[in-house]
Every structure is written in C-alpha cells, then in structure tokens.
C-alpha cells in the first residue's frame, strides 16, 4: 500500500504547529540510508492509523521550539518495528507507535539545556505527560502519560 502523503499533510496541518512542516514527522533515520549498516533500507513511513498519536508530541515540540529560540530539526520520529530491532531500539519504544521524537536544536545549546527546558514545560508548566531523554548529541520527548526521565 502506497503512503497517502497528502492525507498526511491534511493531518498534521491539523495540528496547527507554528514551526514544522509534515514532511519533517517523516524522517527515516540515519541508518535507514547507510548500507553499512544492519539496519538499511528497513524503516518506513507510519502507518496511517498511527498518525493521530503524533499530535500531541508535535505540539509539544512545537510549543518547546517557541522556547528554545532557535531552529528544531526532528532526527528520528516514527520506526518500524524491524528497523526499530535492527538500530538496537528499546523492544517497548514509542517510536514504533509513532508517539516519540528525537531531535537537535541549531546553534550554540546542548542536548542538557534543552532537555532542563522540556522538563520545565512538564513538571512546572504542567503542559505534558511523558518522557524526556538526555542523549550525548540530541534529546528525546514523548507524550506516553506518566513521566520518565533518562
């Protein structure tokens, strides 16, 4: 089945974000693309009953790059379930529901003040429940419901 890209614009333009376009919910992943790698060619697009559990994330992200002042760019978002195994993704990650983003912030910031800045929005703003990841070169947000932190 072929990937309805245009009900996917309809979608996410349904989000009302302020900063991302649709096409940057669907980046396949570094590793899709590299042939050296054990996971080539092994993700795809989110299936579209998973799309509606973006929405929220997106605000989330969108309402953080308000904050931050600069530039977002979406490094992983939706994973298949083969890609997910074969990058060595946790068997429970919500990537695989198409409920998860990790990204970067352009310009002089770390992946440590951004995530201070999504924590902030959670446990002080109270704007959301979910997950917040601190990695060496990006971050992580989700929107699963109850808080974690790693």
């Known amino acids: 089945m072929s990937f309805d890209h245009a009900a ?10 302020k900063f991302f376009k649709p096409y940057e919910f669907l980046i ?8 050296q790698s054990p996971a080539f060619g092994k993700n795809r ?10 929405m929220r ?10 904050r931050i002042g600069a530039p977002v760019r979406i490094t992983n978002a939706y994973r298949s379930p083969e890609y997910n195994k074969a990058i060595g993704g946790a068997r429970s990650s919500l ?23 999504l ?25 699963r419901g109850e808080n974690a932190d790693w």
């Open 57 to 66: 994330t997106a605000q989330i992200l969108d309402a953080f790059r308000l």
């Open 95 to 117: 990537h695989v529901e198409f409920n998860a983003l990790d990204f970067v912030v352009e310009g002089g910031s770390t992946p440590a003040q951004w995530v201070r800045t």
């Open 45 to 54: 697009l989110p299936p579209q009953e998973l799309w509606p559990r973006m």
């Open 28 to 35: 396949l992943g570094g590793r899709h693309n590299d042939p």
């Open 119 to 143: 924590r902030g929005m959670r446990n002080d703003e109270k704007l959301f429940k979910g997950g917040v990841g601190l990695y060496p070169s990006f971050a992580h947000v989700d929107t």
């Open 8 to 17: 996917f614009a309809d979608q996410v333009t349904s989000w009302n974000l």
